[in-house]
């Protein structure tokens, strides 16, 4: 096992690619679009890389006429793909307007979701043994059978080996049943050191409590050392180390342009100060700010902030 100091990557994700075409009036009355690459996962991955984390990527993206700008936009925030495999049929897409930015309206389409490729034949402990954290979500356990097998291998082997896992339940009806995502999430809850609920609607569906600290309490009895509760607007509360803090969202005169993807924005900047040495504390007000500056700026991968825009000073080391 590689000690962590000389890993490679502070962040592997396992996760889905998509096609997004974004706009600012209603869908179905847009006659242009823009397109970007795309997805809860690529977003993640793309915002700690913009900060300045060394990140790879595994997934799948399909030989289609897209295959070629979602690649360009990944490489061009920084991720490694050597491990994104191509794959035959298409890739995800969905359309989101921002004409209402406080709210988001999704239409996704996913024939012959390239991320049915996704299998556990990717994941070797080799990978894992060179990255600080692994980071995966419900959405690509959504997809099939063999995706659930992927992550919980990369999960098993991250916590065999000592590296630290951080999941996203991300709860997604749309794509499959509440007893589906519970069973997903159970069988890979022993293995994970960070998670991420929302609450508190999420959180009720999921483990049967509204109130954040009552989710911290729950997952602290489940072994989960850091509890990240994402409560929208309001911030989030972070449990860690038998303390348990709120943190405000910051007000700011500038418009909210679009809240699309805005959470996993805030995954990203966590997950690149916690691989950076900050304590979960301190994570979570950096996360905030990078939460803030995507959802000013708008949609697309280009909003996200990078080194440059945002700073920060350590105050402790991580966990």
């Known amino acids: 096992m590689k000690p962590t100091q000389v890993r490679d990557y502070d962040l592997l994700v396992i996760g889905e690619c998509y096609v997004e075409f974004r706009c600012d009036v209603d869908i179905s009355l847009c006659g242009s679009f823009e397109k970007d690459a795309g997805g809860a996962d690529a977003v993640v991955a793309a915002t700690a890389a913009r900060l300045g984390s060394g990140v790879s990527f595994i997934s799948a993206i399909a030989r289609d006429p897209f295959n070629g700008l979602i690649r360009e936009r990944l490489l061009a925030q920084g991720i490694?793909?050597?491990?994104?495999?191509?794959?035959?049929?298409?890739?995800?897409?969905?359309?989101?307007s921002s004409r209402f930015p406080e709210q988001r309206?999704?239409?996704?389409?996913?024939?012959g979701s390239a991320a049915n490729e996704i299998s556990p034949a990717?994941?070797?402990d080799d990978l894992i043994d060179n990255c600080k954290i692994v980071y995966a979500s419900s959405e690509l356990q959504s997809v099939s059978r063999p995706t659930r097998h992927t992550i919980f291998k990369a999960m098993e082997s991250a916590h065999r080996n000592k590296?630290?896992?951080a999941y996203d339940p991300n709860l997604r009806l749309q794509r499959w049943s509440l007893d589906e995502s519970k069973e997903a999430l159970w069988s890979v809850l022993p293995f994970v050191d960070v998670i991420f609920p929302s609450a508190p609607d999420e959180s009720k569906a999921l483990f049967g409590y509204e109130r954040p600290t009552d989710v911290v309490g729950f997952l602290w009895d489940r072994n989960v050392q850091i509890v990240v509760v994402k409560t929208g607007a309001?911030?989030?509360v972070v449990g860690y180390d038998g303390k348990?803090?709120?943190?405000?969202?910051?007000?700011?005169?500038?418009?909210?342009?679009?809240?699309?993807?805005?959470?996993?924005?805030?995954?990203?900047?966590?997950?690149?100060?916690?691989?950076?040495?900050?304590?979960?504390?301190?994570?979570?007000?950096?996360?905030n700010a990078v939460a803030l500056f995507k959802g000013t700026r708008g949609g697309g991968l280009d909003s996200l902030p990078t080194a440059d825009d945002l700073k920060i000073e350590p105050t402790s080391q991580r966990p």
Do not use: K, W
Request: proline share 3%; hydrophobic share 40%; aromatic share 14%.
């Open 163 to 165: 590296t630290m896992v």
């Open 105 to 111: 309206e999704y239409l996704f389409h996913r024939p």
């Open 80 to 96: 490694n793909i050597d491990h994104v495999v191509t794959s035959g049929g298409y890739n995800g897409i969905y359309i989101a």
């Open 122 to 124: 990717l994941i070797y």
């Open 244 to 287: 348990v803090e709120e943190f405000s969202q910051e007000e700011t005169q500038e418009a909210f342009r679009s809240v699309t993807l805005i959470g996993s924005a805030f995954i990203g900047g966590f997950l690149h100060c916690i691989a950076r040495g900050h304590d979960p504390f301190t994570a979570a007000r950096f996360a």
């Open 234 to 236: 309001g911030g989030c």
